[in-house]
């Protein structure tokens, strides 16, 4: 029975992923920086470990307490809205540290178990931010743009011993507590930046391709799973139509 550790479980796409891991027959590692037995189905193919991914002793004791991991989905991450001009740039680093250098972190203390074993899939959850410009976001989508390319140059480094690394795109989902995590400060939209931004979030709201959470879930599963070689996997309607148009 296969294993899959799994950042960033305490709601949205982390947690409907490992649910449908779940259901699907593995052991799951769910992993929150707060952890909350309930938010997860409870049985033995389920544990839920602390772990924020930018303290590196939290990483070294969530994978000693793991076991071997087959599967690692690197899904924890934080929103930034606002304008370039106004985000000081100890927010741009704080959003770096989870969203890239977490990321790097998680890979790096699993790729040596990977290697030795000529196994392994390392998932990495970015945006379809990355697909298409947006505005108001240029921070975090740098932050996931670098996974991107850091994850397709991973693929190729690691082919040799038999590991594989995967993109998974989501398209923009409503129902996560991606924007409520992420509360746009008005410190952070000067008044210059007020009816653009108006215009902005008002198209956002009444787009009508949409990503559900159960997209992230089954596509994060085929990345897992493929063995075409397969980079990128866009979830949901509005990603799949942008990576088309790329």
């Known amino acids: 029975m296969k294993t899959v ?10 947690n409907e992923t490992a ?63 606002g304008a370039f001009e106004a985000t000081p740039m100890a ?24 290697r030795k074993r000529r196994t392994g899939v390392i998932v990495n959850v970015t945006s379809s931010a990355t697909l298409a410009p947006m505005p108001l976001v240029a921070i975090y989508t740098a932050s996931k743009m670098a996974i991107e390319g850091f ?23 409503p129902s996560t507590r991606f924007t409520t995590n992420t509360p746009l400060a008005d410190d952070l939209i000067p008044e210059a930046y007020g009816p653009f931004a108006q215009r902005a979030f008002t198209a956002l709201g009444q787009q009508t391709a949409r990503t559900k959470e159960s997209d992230v879930a089954e ?8 063995t075409t070689g397969q980079l990128r996997f866009p979830a949901g309607a509005d990603a799949v139509a942008l990576a088309g148009k790329r």
Not at 5 to 14: A, H, Q, R
Not at 40 to 61: F, N, W, Y
Not at 219 to 226: G, K, Q, Y
């Open 219 to 226: 596509e994060v599963w085929r990345a897992a799973n493929d």
């Open 151 to 173: 994850t397709a140059s991973l693929a190729l480094e690691l082919e040799e011993f038999g590991v594989r690394a995967k993109l998974v795109e989501p398209g923009y989902c």
């Open 91 to 114: 927010k741009a680093r704080d959003v770096f540290e989870a969203n890239t250098f977490g990321v790097m972190a998680m890979t790096q203390a699993l790729v040596p178990q990977f």
């Open 5 to 14: 550790l799994i950042t960033g479980c305490s709601s949205g796409y982390g």
């Open 19 to 81: 649910r449908y891991f779940h259901a699907n027959g593995w052991n799951v590692i769910g992993t929150m920086r707060t952890p909350r037995e309930d938010v997860l189905p409870r049985g033995e193919r389920m544990r839920v470990l602390g772990l924020d991914v930018t303290k590196p002793e939290q990483i070294s004791a969530a994978l000693e307490a793991s076991g071997p991991i087959d599967v690692l989905v690197n899904n924890a991450g934080v929103g930034a809205f």
